[in-house]
């Protein structure tokens, strides 16, 4: 049944994608990160879809029968992710023997790069900018849809495992991942025209919280609190995050069961607990990889061979005292971690670069932020760069305990920002004394433009 369902949207998709670039640049990034698939169990889950989608959007790009398509120019984002894409070329074809992922994980780091690289030739208006986030709701939504509701009718007693085959494999890595589409999720709440798709939004937001609750992730859990008071910090309407904090904070509590407060509590004594103190080993691997390969590092998860695990000492790693008397593995593990995964992969020097690109999102917010503060016509672009920024915030906490370094929707937040900042200065034109203001102004009002339609 699920596979004619499929089959039956791909008779409507394909040929409106085969007409329209953007609409197959949509689908394209959508088919990143539903993971069709994982949900067919017959004729449907053999097709590759991303790499269809992908390939009838570059040919339609290439002959020139794209519909309101900008040049390409450089930008600072685009600038950051270039550079740190031919840094992690050089390492990959200097990696370790022992990196047997190496060329999989280059490959699909490249594919990620060009769909971002891509965006900048369409994604040049606000219905486009609206579109890229119903794309992201969309994949992340229905994960977090799906299984937030498996959670509610089992009580908080359904166990979230991932998607297997794709970089949400692991529950920590999915919980994550769903964390990053909460802002996202609130923002087309507020700013869908429909009623009933303001409320479908709603409903997947807080199904996606449940989604979080249920994969168990001390990682995700954390970052979600820590979104939730960075949305309380930051939100123009405070009382309506509170609102959304507060409903949050509900759920939590009356759908959570014993175990998963008894596993949340354990952060508070993560040197007492094995499964952290293997995450510091494995930190401290890192760095020892790191600094015998400073410049390039050892190559894509190259850490996780026998042959380099073991042939280093806790004493050659800057975390080497932290250890203490605990147990050595008994296995090669992953990083762990967004950031000493990049530094065992492609040295200090990626690490830099992966930071450049980090911060640079966040500063790319602040300019949109400074830019719109007195544009009422633009109060839109304050509060979706907000929810970007506030996206990448949760990667930036989440992905401490995780591998999650390659994900994509990471990158393609951080150049919707970009491509919001260069819409934004596209407008910066006079305009009429009354749209001028000092203060905010309620998303839906006639003073901060009306609602966009759902594209």
């Not at 530094?343 to 020097?349: A, P, Q, R, T």
Request: hydrophobic fraction near 55%; proline fraction near 3%; glycine fraction near 10%.
């Amino acid at each position: 049944m699920r596979d004619l369902m499929m089959l039956g949207m791909m008779m409507v998709i394909v040929p409106i994608a085969l007409s329209n670039a953007f609409a197959a640049y949509l689908v394209w990034g959508w088919t990143s990160v539903i993971a069709v698939p994982y949900y067919m169990w017959g004729f449907m889950g053999s097709l590759r879809y991303n790499l269809f989608f992908a390939l009838v959007t570059l040919l339609l790009l290439v002959v020139g029968k794209s519909v309101d398509k900008s040049p390409f120019r450089l930008n600072r984002t685009s600038a950051l992710i270039l550079l740190f894409v031919a840094h992690v070329t050089v390492s990959a074809v200097l990696a370790d023997a022992s990196a047997r992922n190496n060329f999989s994980i280059y490959t699909d780091l490249l594919k990620s790069i060009t769909y971002c690289l891509v965006m900048f030739f369409f994604v040049n208006s606000r219905l486009r900018l609206h579109a890229m986030l119903i794309a992201i709701a969309l994949g992340l939504g229905f994960h977090g849809l799906a299984e937030g509701l498996k959670t509610l009718v089992t009580a908080g007693g359904h166990k979230i495992i991932g998607l297997p085959g794709t970089k949400m494999s692991d529950n920590n890595h999915f919980g994550v991942a769903l964390v990053m589409a909460l802002p996202i999720l609130l923002y087309l709440y507020q700013y869908s025209k429909v009623r009933l798709v303001r409320l479908g939004f709603l409903g997947v937001l807080l199904a996606t919280v449940l989604a979080v609750i249920g994969s168990r992730s001390r990682g995700a859990f954390l970052a979600m609190a820590m979104l939730a008071f960075m949305l309380m910090l930051t939100s123009r309407r405070k009382g309506m995050a509170a609102l959304f904090v507060m409903l949050g904070v509900a759920l939590v509590l009356v759908l959570s069961p014993e175990s998963w407060f008894q596993r949340i509590e354990t952060i508070g004594s993560a040197d007492q607990d094995a499964s952290f103190m293997g995450r510091v080993e494995a930190w401290n691997v890192a760095t020892a990889l790191a600094l015998q390969n400073p410049v390039f590092g050892t190559g894509f998860h190259a850490m996780q061979s026998a042959e380099l695990w073991f042939g280093v000492r806790p004493s050659d790693g800057l975390l080497g005292g932290l250890l203490g008397s605990a147990m050595p593995s008994t296995h090669a593990r992953a990083a762990h971690s967004i950031y000493f995964e990049i530094l065992g992969d492609h040295g200090f020097v990626g690490l830099l670069l992966f930071l450049a690109i980090m911060g640079n999102a966040f500063v790319t917010a602040l300019q949109i932020r400074r830019i719109t503060a007195h544009r009422r016509d633009l109060l839109w672009a304050r509060d979706m760069s907000d929810a970007l920024a506030l996206s990448c915030f949760a990667f930036t906490i989440g992905g401490a305990g995780v591998s999650l370094a390659y994900f994509e929707t990471y990158y393609v937040v951080v150049c919707l920002l970009e491509a919001l900042r260069q819409y934004v200065l596209g407008q910066l034109r006079p305009v009429p004394g009354h749209l001028l203001q000092q203060g905010g102004a309620r998303p839906g009002t006639p003073e901060a433009g009306k609602r966009l339609q759902a594209p």
